[in-house]
Structure formats: C-alpha cells, structure tokens
C-alpha cells in the first residue's frame, strides 16, 4: 500500500504575552512620579523659612495634582471610581504641607493623611448613606407598582397628546424627586419611545424632556447623592435647599423645554432597536389597562409625603429658632427628619406594592435586594467624593482660593459655578464635582459675611457641576445606549442641553440672589 503523506497537527499559536508597559502601566508610572515629586516639594516647603512667598498658594498645586490623579485612573487606568477617588483623597493629604493636617501628637503626618480621609469617608456617608438607600427603595417601588406609570399617564391626559413633551417633562420632573437620573431615564425611555410609535414623531423631543426635568431634579434636590452631601458640607438646611430647588429648577427646567425644542426641530433622530426593550413591547405599554394601576393620589404620595414632612421640620425649625419648640413642633422636627421622612416614604411604597401586586414580605425583600446593592455602590462613591473634597479642604485650598482672589471683586456664587464646572469636564462625576466643590468653597462663605443666603451657593455650585457632560460622564452613555443615539448626536443634544441649563441656572442664582437675597422664613444651620 502507498504510504499516507505525514498529517501535520495544526499547532495553535502560543498566547501573545501582556505587555508590561501598556498605557494604563504608564499612566500609573508617571503618577507615581509626580505625585513622589509634589511629596518632596510639599516636604521642602514645609521647612520654616523656605519660599514663603509661594506656601501659600501651594494647595493649588495639591488640587491639580489630585484631581489629575483622579481622572488619569478613572479614563485612563480604567479604576473603579470609589477606589480612584480614595486614593485621591489619601494623595492629597501626602501632598499637603506637613504639620497642617490635624491628628493625635503621636501620629506622622502621613499616617495623618490616610485617617484623616477614611475620617471623611465616615463622614460623608453618615450624612447621605441612609439617605441614598430609602431612595433607592421608594424609586423601585415606583416602578414595580405602577404609580410612575399612572403619574405619566394622568400628565399625557392633562395636556393632551399634542403636548406630549411637555407631559414628559413634567411628569418627570415630580417623578424623578426621589429616584436617582440613570433609573429614572431607565424607568421613562420606554414611554418617549411608545410615544414616537403612536405619533410618529419628535422621538428626540420625548427623550430630552425626560432629560432636562431629571438632571435638574439629580442636582438639586434631596434625596439625590449629591445635593444631600452638598447641603452638609455646606452647612445649609435640607428642607431649604429642597424648597428653593425646586423653586429655582422651574426657570432652568423650562429654558431647557425651549431648548429641547429648539435642536428636535434641527435633529432627526430615528427610533432604533436598544438592548432590553424591543418595539413590540413598547407597542403593549402603552395599552396596559388603567384598573391595573394605582391612583393619582397614591401614586404621588410616596414622592411628595417626605417632601412635605421635612419641608414642615426645616419651617418649624427656622419658626422656634430662638425658644423651645412646643410638643406638636417636636414631633413635626421629628418626623420631619430626612432619614425619618424618607424611612415613612419607603415605607408607603412598600404598602402600596403590596396592595397593588398583592405580594408577601418576603417577595418584596427579593425585590428590594437588587436596588439596595446598587445604592451601597452610589454610597461608597458619593462618600469617597465627599472625602476626597474634605481632604482638599483639609489640605488649605479653600483659603489658597481666598489668597488668590483677594484683591479682585470675585463673586462667590460666580467662583462656586466655574469651579465646579471645571471639575465637572475633568472627571465627568456631576456628583463628585458637587462635593469637592462645596467642601473648597465653604471656607470662603465662612470668612466673610454673604450679601446673600448661603442657599444660592448650593443652587451655583449644583448647576455649575451640572454642565457640559460629555463621554467621561456616565449619564452621556446611559442617554446614548438606552436612548438609540450615536455618540455625535449626544453631544448635540444632551451635552449642549445639559450646558443650557447650567448657565440657566447661574443666571437664576444670581437673579434670586439679587431680588431675594435673605429668606425671610429659613436660616442657614449652625
């Protein structure tokens, strides 16, 4: 028999190695680097005597450093934001001048750095972290029950189907007060999307008006991450800040309307296939009976009850500011309290998904578990934030600010917007500008006295962290994913909408500031 020709095993090739000096590596070599360096020069100009000319502006430097470090690992290195900001927070306590940094006489300025900010952490998160979680709760509920359907709803009847937008955004701007952005515009896209089918037009319109009432509502207004760290930093009465933010929201909130109709009539933007609702099922939402529904009054009560209860607590507090509160006054600061207030809201939600779905407690405990788990992440990152603002405090920048302005007829609420919408473009976080901000500016409210309540800096500094969101910001992408727009028109529409409102908003804290600059019936707190 002939011979078989050889058979030649395919040999797969060997699995490339991982380069060791890849771009992240670099990145975090060349960090390394800088950040040793500022270490050495803060070390140097903590010796008495050595170029006390420019110590003071040294925290400057701190602040660029630290936020460059901040975005170098999020963009760049691809770390997660809660460790990225830490190790921020704990770089801008190395950085700092030895011997500024409070702690025990036994402690090393750089066991002071770290402590200090996991000090900050704590800090934060005592302030906002049962607060983020009860919101998360009532926001599900919301959506499971069907009261954010039967909100939107009863809002597409009062206006009409012509003025379906403005439904949408309205609908949205009550809704969204206790739900965070990402869920909200999970929770309504499918409706802008339901309604381009039945109208065959304005998909675009739909989709920003979900928007523009949202991202107002994200910044200002607890119990939204950042405004409820803001408002403690920045030592201002929550009910207050809820009060006038959603007083100030209006004006932004309707320039933004204008302007959402203003780029549908120049955009068209088809409606597409997205992942996780297909158009046939978007077709069968719009027909779901209303007897399955909950009603008006129930469906608002979860949003609007904590609203009222700690608007009642922040009134009653600024009524017996001088003497002792009576008992009724007592229980209503009781009540009135955000994580009380909020805890009554849960609760509600919770009876009325019950009512409605007829389930158990042990059903509503699965449900709850999956919004709880995405709360602690949005904790450990607002706190982290909230840290790495307090250690720049900590640091002096606040006062590096003041010396650099002194001199010059700087307006506050002016500063506050810039530098929070310059932190805002660096590192894409509306949340984390919010917080860093509000903990450089707040020793500047306190060296002088404001012509104006302190208020109207949480409503710049809210705003200012507000605009120009581009690919570095989560919400760029849940808009572009979930909405089926390409990433130009994004920035056409969300990015330039987000920045119209942003300077709207300026504008309204400074024309507020100017007609009322003292609340005849709130104080800020002590």
Not at 111 to 125: D, P
Not at 139 to 144: R, V
Not at 481 to 503: A, D, M, N
Request: hydrophobic letters at 55%; one cysteine or more; a positive charge.
């Amino acid at each position: 028999m002939p011979s078989q020709p050889p058979t030649l095993a395919y040999q797969t090739p060997p699995p490339s190695q991982p380069r060791l000096l890849n771009t992240p590596v670099v990145a975090l070599l060349i960090s390394g680097v800088i950040l040793g360096a500022g270490v050495l020069a803060s070390i140097f100009l903590s010796r008495p005597g050595v170029a006390p000319a420019f110590a003071p502006y040294w925290p400057l430097v701190v602040l660029v450093l630290s936020v460059g470090l901040v975005i170098t690992l999020i963009t760049v290195v691809k770390l997660h934001a809660f460790i990225a900001l830490i190790l921020a927070a704990i770089a801008a306590g190395l950085l700092s001048r030895v011997g500024i940094l409070s702690g025990a006489p036994n402690q090393s300025h750089w066991v002071r750095a770290v402590e200090l900010s996991t000090v900050a952490f704590g800090q934060t998160c005592a302030s906002i972290g049962v607060v983020i979680a009860l919101a998360s709760v009532i926001g599900m509920c919301l959506l499971e029950s069907g009261a954010a359907d039967k909100i939107v709803r009863h809002f597409l009847r009062l206006f009409g189907q012509k003025h379906a937008g403005l439904a949408l955004l309205v609908s949205t701007y009550i809704v969204s007060i206790p739900i965070f952005f990402d869920t909200i515009f999970m929770l309504l896209i499918p409706l802008a999307k339901a309604l381009r089918l039945r109208t065959g037009k304005d998909y675009l319109l739909y989709v920003l008006a979900i928007c523009c009432a949202g991202v107002v509502t994200h910044s200002m207004v607890i119990p939204h991450p950042g405004p409820a760290a803001m408002a403690d930093a920045l030592h201002v009465d929550p009910g207050l800040t809820i009060i006038v933010g959603l007083i100030t929201g209006a004006l932004p909130c309707a320039i933004g309307w204008l302007f959402c109709r203003f780029i549908n009539r120049r955009m068209d933007v088809p409606l597409v296939e997205t992942p996780g609702s297909s158009l046939a099922d978007l077709e069968a939402l719009m027909g779901k009976p209303e007897r399955e529904l909950p009603s008006l009054p129930i469906s608002l009560t979860p949003v609007l009850l904590p609203v009222l209860l700690i608007g009642l607590a922040s009134f009653v507090a600024a009524l017996y500011k001088q003497q002792a509160p009576g008992p009724l006054a007592t229980w209503l600061q009781f009540l009135g309290n955000r994580n009380i207030a909020l805890i009554i809201g849960a609760f509600t939600s919770i009876f009325i998904l019950m009512r409605q779905r007829r389930l158990s407690f042990s059903r509503v405990a699965d449900l709850i578990g999956p919004p709880l788990e995405t709360a602690g992440v949005v904790i450990l990152i607002t706190a982290a934030g909230g840290a790495f603002g307090l250690m720049l405090r900590n640091a002096g920048v606040g006062d590096a600010i003041k010396t650099a302005a002194s001199g010059y007829n700087v307006n506050l609420i002016l500063l506050s917007w810039i530098v929070a919408l310059i932190i805002r473009i660096a590192q894409g976080s509306a949340t984390v500008a919010m917080l860093t901000t509000s903990a450089m500016i707040y020793p500047l409210m306190t060296a002088s006295q404001l012509p104006y309540d302190p208020v109207y800096i949480f409503v710049s500094i809210g705003y200012g962290a507000m605009g120009a969101s581009w690919m570095n910001d989560s919400g760029f992408w849940v808009v572009s994913r979930l909405g089926g727009l390409s990433e130009k028109q994004t920035l056409r529409s969300w990015t330039l909408l987000l920045t119209v409102i942003s300077v709207a908003g300026l504008l309204t804290a400074l024309l507020f500031a100017s007609l009322l600059p003292r609340l005849p019936f709130m104080s800020p707190r002590p």
